[in-house]
């Protein structure tokens, strides 16, 4: 076994200071305190990305949601993120747990678009807006307010969230950047 | 690996017979490929494993990538989704290839390069599909085919969203191929669903 030499412990210290990019994988959620993380999310078609934040504390997650509901099928743990409706109250919990407060969170959605037009069953038909209406139904359910969003279209998406401004930003295929 | 009871998990023999038609159904398409572009079809890399549904993007070279898709739906006696996937630049010359143009002379894709690259999909899906469908006796009916400029991730998201219904891995078919005289390349991925692979294994242990 290898052991952390102080070295390594060092520079992990100094990169957590430094601006840190977190990948948020399909169906997962990230939660941070660290003023200076990024939380990401690379080519999102019919999936969306829910940003929540809260300023006071600088705390922020990302979660990467693939399908409006589990009916109540239970999670494995590998992809917490994956369903709107199960997925929401979980990234409000994992943010509680680092010192954010409910009546200071906002939310920043991104994704849902129709980028494939057919689908081989009525569930999975327009999938995306789908995504979008649980996801918005979740955050109610939890008391949250959205600030922004950009959803739907045609295009995938690209989306960041910068923990210490609560700054979404959105690239898509077509357009470029656009800031929330 | 961790699973769980809601994880694919396929037996060695399962994984085996699996393995057995969709290596038939690839040398089909290919075959089908290389009849309609009348030149020879090399596959450069066959490979059938599982992975996280959150890797398969990778397998394309990234979520962020900007690649040209084929999508084809499928349903009839199982559903699910077969992608094509080539980078924007091989997109061009295949499409050189399929409408028989001289290399490099195509520069951007409108309606009628379009087509070309559904009729390709076409050919390879059906052509897929038909090797599998024929040898199990089963009816697997392909949608007309999609074409999309757009990140893979995004291309890839319909599929996978089937797939984490059942499942957090993906059992994915991935062949590369390019032609024999020209620099051209592409990836062709079969995402089978749960369901899907329940009825095809379950046909193929009833023979």
Redesign the interface.
Known sequence: MVSKSPARLAKRTETQAEEASIVV????IWVTRNPKAVLV???????VAVCVYDLEVKIAGMMHV??PSGNN??L????PG?YADSGTPLLIQRMENLGAARTRMVAKIAGG?R???????E??MD?GQKNVEAVKKALEREGITISAFDTGGV????VWLKTGSGLMMV?T?SNGYIQF | M?T????ITLSKDEMRVWSNLAIKGIDNAMSGLATMVNRQIDIRSLSLRQV??????AVVG?????VMGI?L???GDA???IVLVHPPEFALTMIDMLLGNNPGSTANIHEMEQSALAEMGNIIGSSFLNAIADSLGLSLRP??P?V???????????A???I??ES?DVILAETTFNTGDRQASGTFLVLPSLSFLKVVLGSAGAK
């Open positions: 994988g399909l169906g997962e999310t690379f080519g999102l078609g019919s999936c693939v399908l099928s239970t494995n743990g590998r992809s994956k678009a980028v494939v037009h057919g689908a081989p069953s569930t999975l999938i295009h995938g998406r690209s690239r295929a | 961790e769980s009871s809601k994880d996280p549904a959150k890797d398969a993007p990234g979520s962020d990538k900007l999508y739906t499928f349903t559903t699910g989704y949608s007309p999609e999309i400029l757009d990140m893979a991730g995004a291309i890839l998201d319909a996978l969203a089937e984490l219904q957090d």
